[in-house]
Structure formats: structure tokens, C-alpha cells
């Protein structure tokens, strides 16, 4: 074989192989449960060694027999490719949560469940790569007169496990704090109740996230009452240490508060709801040396209620509700643009969420080395899992590359009577789309514009021609990439 047939063959190897292991995206939906009327809540996503992902789930179901809801648990395993390669039910043991802790080396994730209704309502499980299922607690139930519902757990020193929630089935309802060994003996337990006079079986306190500090302390996001958000620091025992409040209203029936260490940071960024109703929005703030300073706010047209939050090197991701019927993810950078968003079917509510004994999950989102997003949320009778390129699309596998950047101008901003928006791409290709929407603060459409060569020109009015207020608004294209601009206007 001469030279030039040589590298021709090596040529065409390599091409063969770019293609084989090139990154693509995958969306995988499919209804779990009895087919009777289930709800399902997805809880925790880990990412395996070779990009395959394990979801756990909480499944609500209709006992065909008794007429009762009762909650399973599904913990499913898709391939890196999205195809299904396990699943695996525990049935009929009414749990009231279900908690990832962590996945090792080996690909084990170890998960905590709680039971509303047995003696042995608190056990530690592990589920290993092929799906075997194993009870690391002991048989004997663990000693607690609250029964509680996790919401987050880690992994910490010595092996030893710690999770928080809040104990249910109590007047009042009280923030709780559990640390396990790691074969699941009890080690201590803390109780934090609100703090407020005279609680109603409603007013509870609760705690929703957890970070380890690299003291070994832990950061816990709470809520003490049910417009106070808090940031804890305790000790291992649940002592705590140290309290911030947040200034602004908390609305915890719209959210959790989310938390995610700073990569090589020794700060936290943390994401909630915040405001009066309906001017709410999520709001962003970072932790450092004891300080809590707001970064921005989320635009509600893109997402009004949070579920999870997810840092990296040079941004963050958040998931949560955009409305009733839909699902948001939006991937956000430090200074609060909108590197991407996603809408989805979705809602992952369930009886035990809307009743007010279960949280949302903050453990929804993971992200690997190259930047591509795992997501996981439920959809009444249907499990749906995401993953999503940088760039946030899910291209089939031909059509890989990121497109185009989608890039809008507009002048003046802040802007009084009109404002003269320009669309273009970071490329000569022509621009995919020919309207541009603009919607209020509250995620209303205003008006719908259409552009010539890229261009148009708003004057400030509705589609029904009256003069919009004042206010903040939002411009977005209907390009391949959809893009976001904020623009102010002022009488």
C-alpha cells in the first residue's frame, strides 16, 4: 500500500470515528406506572462514568382494588445514546420521599427512602450498574417520632451520609436534619420549627438544599416561615452556627431555594422566589464571607417558579416552572444573560407536592466535561429525559454542530417612542425566522413584529394599537437559536 493510499485510509478512519463518538443530544419520553392516572415526580439525575444517566422517580398510582393513591418509586437507567436499559419499581410502601445521595466510581448510586405508613420508614438503599438492588440500613426501624421527607443528602467525612427536609404529619412542621453512618445507623438528628407565634398546621419551616463547606461545616438553604428564606451553617450534629435572612419576601409556595458551591470558589450561588405576588421573579444571589448579595433577576416570560440550580465554571442552570402545563431550564451567565432556554411539557407534580408534605426536588440537572445538560422532570403518566448540547438543542445525529449565534440590536435602550431592532448571525448565512415578539415583565406577548431584512421598528404600542407603559420588556427572535434582549421603556 503506497503513502497517499495510506493516509487516505487513515483519513477516512478517522472520519469514521469522529462520527461514531460525536456528541449528540436525545429526548427520552416514556409513561411509567399502572396506566390508571399516575404522577410522576422526578427527584435526583446522576450522570454515570460513560455519560449514561440513572433517574429516580416518584410514582403516584391508583390501587385498582382499594381506589387509594399509593407511591412507588422508579429508578431508570437510559444508555449515553438515550435508549432504556433498566428499570427497576419498588411497589405498594406509600413513600413519602425518595433521595439520591451520590454515585461512585463504580457507577452505584445510593439513594434514602421514607414511608408514610411502616415501622421501618427510613432506609438506606444502593442500585448498582446492571440494576441490583440492595438494603445497606438495618431491618429495624429507625427511633423518630416525626416522620420526615428529604429533600436533599450528600455524602460526607468518613463515609457518613446527612440529609434535610422537614417532618411531616406534625403541627407544627418542622425544618429536620439527619445524619446517617454508612451502613445507616442514626447518628444525630436536628428539629427546627418555625419562628413565628402560634403556627397553623401550615406554617412550617423547611429545609430544601444542602452544600458541604470545605471546613466540613454544611450550607442549608431554608425557609423558617413561609415568607423568610434563610441560609444555615451548622456543624455535623445539625448545631447551627450561623443564620442569614434574606431581605425580600420569600414566596415558598412558588419555590424551593436551591443551592451549588462556585466552582473553585469558596462561595454559593443561590436561587429562589422572591417578591409580591404577581411581580414576583427568581431571583439569584451569591454567598461569601457571610454575605448574601442579590446578583439579578430571571425575566418571568422565561421561567416564574424554581426547582433546581446547578453552577459552573462561568455560569449557572436553572429548572423550574414556566407555567402551569410547561417545564423551563435556562442556562444563565454569571451577570444574568440568557445563554439559552427550554420549554417542555411538563410539571413534576404529584399529590404529596400539591398537599404540601413533599418538596420540589433540587436535584434535577447534571452537566458533563464538554457542556452538555441532563435533565429530568415528569409529566403526569410520563417520565422525560433530556440531554441537551452546549448550545441547548437536541439535533439528530447529523446535525451536530452548534448553530449559528442569533444576535439582537436595539436602539435607544432605554427607549420613549420607538425602538429600531436589528436580528443578524456571527456568519453570512441569512436569518432563519422573520418576526420578532416582544412580551411584558409578566410573560404577556405585547406585540409581534414582522421583520424586513433582519430589521423593524417598534413604537411602543400593542397589537390592538394602545400605547404599551412603561416598564421592562422583552425581545425574542424565532430563529433556529431563539434569543432574548431586555429593553426599558420610559414613558
Known amino acids: 500500500m503506497n503513502i497517499a493510499l495510506r493516509v487516505l485510509v487513515s483519513i477516512f478512519i478517522l472520519a469514521i470515528c469522529s462520527i461514531a463518538f460525536a456528541q449528540s443530544g436525545y429526548e427520552h419520553a416514556q409513561e411509567i406506572g399502572s396506566g390508571n392516572g399516575a404522577n410522576i415526580s422526578s427527584r435526583s439525575i446522576f450522570r454515570c462514568s460513560d455519560n449514561s444517566v440513572v433517574t429516580i422517580d416518584s410514582v403516584e398510582d391508583t390501587d385498582d382494588l382499594e381506589e387509594l393513591i399509593v407511591v412507588d418509586i422508579a429508578i431508570t437507567k437510559l444508555d449515553p445514546f438515550g435508549s432504556l436499559l433498566w428499570r427497576r419499581y419498588f411497589y405498594g410502601q406509600s413513600f413519602l420521599s425518595v433521595t439520591g445521595v451520590d454515585i461512585d466510581a463504580n457507577d452505584t448510586v445510593t439513594f434514602i427512602t421514607t414511608q408514610i405508613w411502616a415501622n421501618d420508614y427510613i432506609n438506606l438503599w444502593t442500585i448498582d450498574s446492571s440494576g441490583i438492588v440492595t438494603r445497606i440500613s438495618e431491618a429495624l426501624s429507625i427511633p423518630n417520632s416525626y416522620i420526615a421527607c428529604f429533600t436533599k443528602a450528600l455524602r460526607i467525612a468518613n463515609n457518613e451520609i446527612v440529609a434535610v427536609g422537614k417532618s411531616s404529619y406534625t403541627a407544627p412542621r418542622s425544618a429536620c436534619f439527619y445524619r446517617f453512618s454508612a451502613t445507616g445507623e442514626l447518628i444525630a438528628t436536628a428539629l427546627w420549627p418555625v419562628d413565628i407565634d402560634n403556627p397553623s398546621y401550615y406554617d412550617c419551616s423547611e429545609a430544601y438544599d444542602l452544600a458541604l463547606k470545605d471546613n466540613g461545616n454544611l450550607i442549608v438553604s431554608s425557609s423558617m416561615n413561609p415568607t423568610t428564606a434563610s441560609v444555615l451553617e451548622i456543624d455535623i450534629d445539625g448545631n447551627i452556627i450561623n443564620r442569614i435572612d434574606f431581605a425580600d419576601r420569600f414566596l415558598s409556595g412558588y419555590s424551593t431555594l436551591a443551592i451549588s458551591k462556585e466552582a473553585n470558589q469558596d462561595s454559593y450561588l443561590l436561587a429562589g422566589v422572591f417578591g409580591e405576588y404577581p411581580d414576583h421573579a427568581v431571583q439569584v444571589y451569591r454567598l461569601q464571607n457571610n454575605e448574601l448579595n442579590l446578583l439579578f433577576d430571571v425575566e418571568q416570560g422565561i421561567i416564574r417558579e424554581l426547582s433546581s440550580l446547578l453552577a459552573y465554571d462561568n455560569g449557572l442552570i436553572i429548572c423550574g416552572s414556566y407555567n402551569t402545563s410547561q417545564w423551563a431550564l435556562v442556562n444563565l451567565s454569571l451577570s444574568g444573560e440568557v445563554n439559552w432556554y427550554r420549554h417542555q411539557p411538563g410539571g413534576n407534580i404529584n399529590f404529596l407536592l400539591s398537599e404540601n408534605y413533599s418538596t420540589q426536588a433540587t436535584d434535577l440537572i447534571e452537566r458533563d466535561e464538554d457542556g452538555c445538560v441532563y435533565w429530568t422532570c415528569g409529566d403526569r ?111
Do not use: C
Not at 409581534?448 to 397589537?463: A, F, M, P, R
Open 381 to 491: 403518566e410520563m417520565q422525560l429525559i433530556t440531554k441537551l448540547l452546549p448550545n441547548g438543542q437536541v439535533p439528530v445525529a447529523d446535525e451536530v454542530q452548534i448553530p449559528p449565534a442569533t444576535i439582537i440590536s436595539a436602539y435607544p435602550n432605554p427607549m420613549k417612542d420607538e425602538i429600531k431592532i436589528k436580528i443578524k448571525q456571527d456568519n453570512s448565512l441569512p436569518i432563519q425566522g422573520n418576526s420578532i415578539d416582544i412580551f411584558n415583565i409578566k410573560g404577556q406577548l405585547i406585540r409581534s413584529l414582522e421583520l424586513t431584512k433582519g430589521e423593524t421598528v417598534w413604537d411602543g404600542k400593542d397589537n390592538g394599537g394602545k400605547p404599551s407603559p412603561k416598564g421592562i420588556y422583552l425581545l425574542r427572535s424565532e430563529g433556529t437559536t431563539r434569543h432574548l434582549r431586555k429593553i426599558v421603556k420610559t414613558r
